[in-house]
Each structure stands twice: as C-alpha cells, then as structure tokens.
C-alpha cells in the first residue's frame, strides 16, 4: 500500500487544531484551514484508502477506508460537515451520533460511521 506524503508537519497541525479549540469563534480562517487540512491528513494515514470520502468544504477533502476505490462522479460512501462540526469531532468536543442526529454530519453509503475514529487530537 502506498501512503501519501504527509503535507503538514504534525507539531503545526496540533498547534492549530488546539488553537481552534481553545477560542473557536476567535480562531482565524488560516488557523481553521490548517486544523481541518491537518486533522483530514491524520484521518487518512489512521484509515488509509479509498472506499469513503470525507469531505469538509470549502477547506478539505480525503478519502479513507481500504474497500471498493471509486473514480469518477460522487462516491457511493460520503460523509460531509462543516469545518467547525469537523474539528469538534476531532478534539472529542462532539459526539459523532450527536453530530450525526443534529444534521451536522451528512453521511450516506456503507462504512460512513467514522465514530470510532474519532477524536483524533488530545487537547
């Protein structure tokens, strides 16, 4: 299996997505896009492949999850949110079945439940 290069040194991803943690109506747009680019990299290297795309617009996408590889139009398995419901998820702020009942997370196809992926970051 071949692993992307990471893009974001893991000490400036941490940085940001506790930065955002700290203050989220305070936190700048760049420190948002970083902790959002960060936390969807660290996603992709926990569950590496290609079967489930996480989607966190206008800021990121990713794919994960070994299985069925789709290549063109919308994948069958995809779950999209909103930068600040995103990192709540991350840091253990938001449960993902309150996430997902609130209609913060939309989630559709197979294998969509990133629950116990999450949280990603200690803070």
Do not use: N
Not at 34 to 51: C, K, M, N, T
């Amino acid at each position: 299996m071949i692993m992307a290069r990471r893009k974001i040194d893991v000490t400036d991803g941490v940085a940001a997505v506790r930065t955002w943690a700290a203050d989220p109506a305070a936190a700048p747009r760049s420190i948002r896009a970083l902790a959002v680019r960060y936390s969807l990299e660290a996603l992709a290297d926990l569950a590496p492949g290609r079967s489930v795309e996480v989607r966190v617009p206008p800021f990121g996408v990713t794919q994960i999850l070994e299985g069925t590889v789709h290549t063109r139009g919308t994948p069958p398995a995809v779950v999209e949110t909103s930068a600040d419901t995103w990192l709540a998820l991350v840091t253990g702020q938001l449960a993902w079945a309150d996430a997902v009942a609130a209609g913060d997370v939309v989630a559709s196809g197979q294998r969509t439940d990133l629950a116990a992926l999450l949280p990603l970051v200690k803070i």
